[in-house]
């Protein structure tokens, strides 16, 4: 995390897991590139027969054996989705071939075998994504990321519509009307990706970053002296009034009940201690509490009081590296997220020792733009050649590539999160050995094509084209 | 220019002219930053009377004394254009308004002054652009480039379609139908761009850069030696047949009548010896012409004679920096392209010095992407900061930011071109003191929503949104 930063950046986290695929490929590595499955899978079984797919017989179905039905909106609403992906382009549909040949592939039976298939439910940390299917990934988007970190309110603005606190985001966003995200668009989000298997976490980061909060609702942050006086500006979230907690209690009820996810991330990164410095209320519950001049104390004495209010609710969470180097207290189940790029592998060693999971994002900030194939450089990282034990390896539970807002917004998010982003997927979610670059080159040039024709601006990795630009010629 | 390039990079060059707008803007500084011209004109006079301009009531004509007039294609379009920009959103036009009150500005009054309105002729170096009219900047391009260098095609494809050998299409582009420019293409990018008094220049560029040359012309490029027999690859254009030289009269006689303008860009840049050295018979012919081992004089014995090809046919030519570093014979009137980011000053002192007249693009390379306001870097080039005379000065005629398409294609360019050329834009167009980052920042935020608003996705300069977003609200 850097600095400034600016409403609604994207997150997108990948837990490593093992999945892995099974299907009737042609798999001799000639094909396998025309094939160019994007992230390649952890086992992969192929043979040399080709089948014949056509719309008219072709369907996804239930397998007799398995526990989900036609009453399980979420498979069916994947199978809809994946059949037009299969078909879609087809420029002439056969509606009048009735004859089946023996070539041809009629059917793809899903089999969910576990014993909740989950399918009103929301994904979670220990949803089962190992699977039995086609190449189509099936309930699952197409670079097989499953977190979504919404970073959802900062200092600049506060786009989120609080039932609670209305005059949060009337006061404290860009426009109180066309900037902000509503109930109902927060419900969207969350479904869209609940129907793609993709856990959506958002992120009310504190005590710092915490600026636009100050406008809706009075006395939260911190006011800031020069001198003797207040200067009228604002620091952090003020650590020394009840009524921060009573508010954050308040607040942290009602984002427990709009978010489904087991887990909140709570921030706690890049506290700037001046303000608090400077205000002499400040400098005398210091000197009460025995801090002395140590503010990371007080920043410590802010965060507990804010993991009790929030466990008391029941949720997880997730928090930045800082929370954990400076000694907090944390639930077990705390996942801590190591940003800073400098000394990161001393950190997992650090975070992993203390027992703690842990989510890597340091080495994939996709906002730091360079010239050439960047991609590269996230492909190559190894997010466990830290040193220490294979428990401690086990912990690391995932990786997030980021994409501050900074400089971003809808005319070039798109273009600039991908392909770039799908190399950080590949990484985190295919086997180790997977590290090939020329292999995995050919391989993105093909699934970037293919987010292309699927209404997604990838932008190129190096010069060349699509085939789908022939247009069929 | 940069080792591997792709076809149809774009480059925008501004001649540096001494436009000045006149108008009756309310001028105090706070009420400027409402306007916010981008660039800023050499010369700016405001009042603080205040006129409404009504759909209704307003007009822009030809003034009385004007040498242009209604049959002016070229301006009626334009007249079109920006009323459109003008009015264009207004929700509801005032139809049923007739009455004109006393502050209403009704006419806008077009005064072409000089001899020839060229209406229907083609923008030059020549054009006068200085103009008396409001700030719409009519027939002119929003940012105010005046020059479209189309760098048409390179190593990778070769997809301008020639009348006279269309085999150097149908077998060197990408595709012969998808991916070519038809002559239609051609000519409606042409007038496109003189509707807004835009001049295009395209780039055939050898001997160099031309792999994509040699499918569909056979013998034109050099057969590349491994020991005593040809390796099956090839190198730059032949410069020891006489072929060669008969494949570029017949080519650029079609070239010259293809594309109006004066001038035509030669390349003439980042030859390989490699090739040639491989090669029995160039070396043979090395030893003929007495040229020892020194390539660079093979360079220019091909290039001399394709420049007095491309002279018969009464053309300019513009050529990259090698052509004069070679000591090549150049027309006086040649264009030299400083592109090399090393040594920058020193060429551009040494061409200057030698009379010829220049085009600076070294420290605009567009396609050198960093994390952050990069704009800034392009903003605070001063491109006469050289050592050298008064009338050296004088012969640097503009200057040029170039896109080059390794990492660009539809899904990216606009957003990666603009508003980072904006900042190029303004310091060739404006006036030298005009060199303020703070002020061109604020002017340069709303100058990027305005190109948004016209459908242009600018990406951001920072955090921010622009005001049309709040859709009136």
């Known amino acids: 995390m850097y600095c400034l930063l600016k409403l609604a950046p994207l997150f997108l986290a990948v837990a490593v897991c093992n999945g892995w695929l099974f299907g009737d490929f042609v798999g001799k590595q000639k094909e396998q590139d025309e094939i160019s499955l994007w992230p390649l899978p952890q086992k992969f079984q192929s043979s040399a027969v080709a089948f014949k797919l056509s719309p008219a017989s072709f ?12 009453s399980c909106g979420l498979l069916e609403n994947a199978f809809r989705r994946y ?9 002439k549909p056969e509606k009048s071939r009735k004859k089946v040949y023996d070539s041809d592939l009629v059917e793809l039976q899903v089999w969910v075998t576990s014993a909740d298939p989950e399918c009103d439910g929301f ?4 949803t089962d994504e190992s699977c039995e299917l086609f190449p189509f990934r099936l309930s699952m988007a197409m670079n097989k990321f499953n977190v979504f970190h919404w970073h959802i309110v900062d200092d600049q603005s506060f786009p989120y519509m609080s039932r609670t606190f209305p005059e949060l985001s009337q006061k404290g966003a860009y426009h109180p009307f066309t900037h902000v995200y509503t109930p109902s668009d927060v419900k969207m989000v969350i479904e869209f990706a609940r129907m793609r298997g993709i856990r959506v976490i958002p992120e009310f980061d504190t005590p710092g970053h915490t600026e636009s909060w100050g406008n809706g609702q009075l006395d939260l942050l911190t006011p800031c002296y020069s001198g003797s006086s207040p200067s009228g500006t604002f620091g952090p979230v003020n650590p020394i009034l009840n009524s921060s907690y009573d508010f954050m209690t308040q607040f942290f009820k009602e984002i427990s009940t709009v978010f489904p996810d087991a887990y909140i991330h709570l921030g706690g990164d890049e506290v700037d201690f001046r303000c608090w410095e400077s205000n002499p209320d400040i400098q005398k519950f210091m000197a009460q509490q025995g801090f002395g001049t140590d503010y990371s104390k007080l920043e410590s004495f802010y965060i507990q009081r804010l993991l009790d209010i929030v466990a008391a609710t029941k949720k997880g969470y997730m928090v930045w590296q800082e929370v954990f180097d400076n000694g907090v207290k944390l639930k077990d189940d705390t996942v801590v997220e190591v940003w800073m790029g400098n000394k990161m592998e001393e950190e997992l060693q650090n975070v992993t020792r203390a027992g703690f999971t842990t989510i890597l994002s340091a080495p994939w900030y996709l906002d730091y733009i360079s010239y050439g194939q960047d991609w590269q450089h996230y492909y190559k ?8 034990t294979d428990a401690q390896k086990k912990l690391v539970i995932g990786g997030e590539a980021c994409l501050w807002g900074e400089y971003v917004d809808a005319t070039n998010l798109t273009p600039r999160l991908w392909p770039r982003a799908s190399a950080v997927a590949e990484r985190l979610w295919s086997d180790k050995s997977v590290t090939d670059v ?5 391989r993105l040039v093909q699934h970037r094509c293919r987010m292309v024709k699927r209404g997604i601006p990838a932008e190129p990795l190096f010069v060349g084209h699509c085939r789908q630009e022939y247009k069929g010629l």
């Open 123 to 126: 994904p979670s940390l220990q």
């Open 381 to 388: 990282v190894e997010p466990l050649s830290f040193p220490g």
């Open 59 to 70: 369907q996804i179905v239930h397998a007799k054996q398995s526990s989900a039905g036609p």
């Open 438 to 442: 020329g292999n995995a080159y050919n």
């Open 83 to 91: 059949f037009e992906y299969i078909f879609g382009d087809l420029k």
